[in-house]
């Protein structure tokens, strides 16, 4: 597993009620894999330029890998030079939850998945400055994607 960043991710609540999606530690074990249930449950990070999707350029919608929920659209990403899938939004206002994270001696602003809690990564106001000005940058583990038909 490459996780970067921590070799003890912060703990993740998960059972919080807050989310309309909720599920036992086993039961997300037992539906992500163990690089996605890190990241996912755990808040790890994946090392730069090692996840499925920060050079994925087809088109279609990107969905939270723990309830589905669509997230972000192949038209709003770009490449950051992060090494992490990037969009300058997400879609839709409510789909993405925003919380300061001030671990690692930061303050950041983590984005986890409205509906079920997932964490996503981090949105940073170094975007694209003709667009929103925000840099989404997200997980391939917390993400799934489906092409356009």
Known sequence: MKLFGHDQPEPHPQDDPRYPVRKTEAEWRAQLDPMQFQVARKAATERPFTGKY????????YHCVGCGQ???????????????????????EGRVERITDTSHGMV????????????????????????????????SAAIDFTPRS
């Open 54 to 61: 920060w050079d994925h350029w087809a088109d279609g919608a």
């Open 70 to 92: 669509m997230l972000f659209e192949s038209e709003h990403k770009f490449d950051a030079g992060c090494g992490w899938p990037s969009w300058t939004q997400e879609l839709g």
């Open 108 to 139: 950041r602003v983590e984005v986890r998945c409205a509906a079920c809690g997932t964490h996503l990564g981090h949105v940073f106001p170094d975007g694209p400055r003709e667009t929103t000005g925000e840099r989404y940058c997200i997980n």
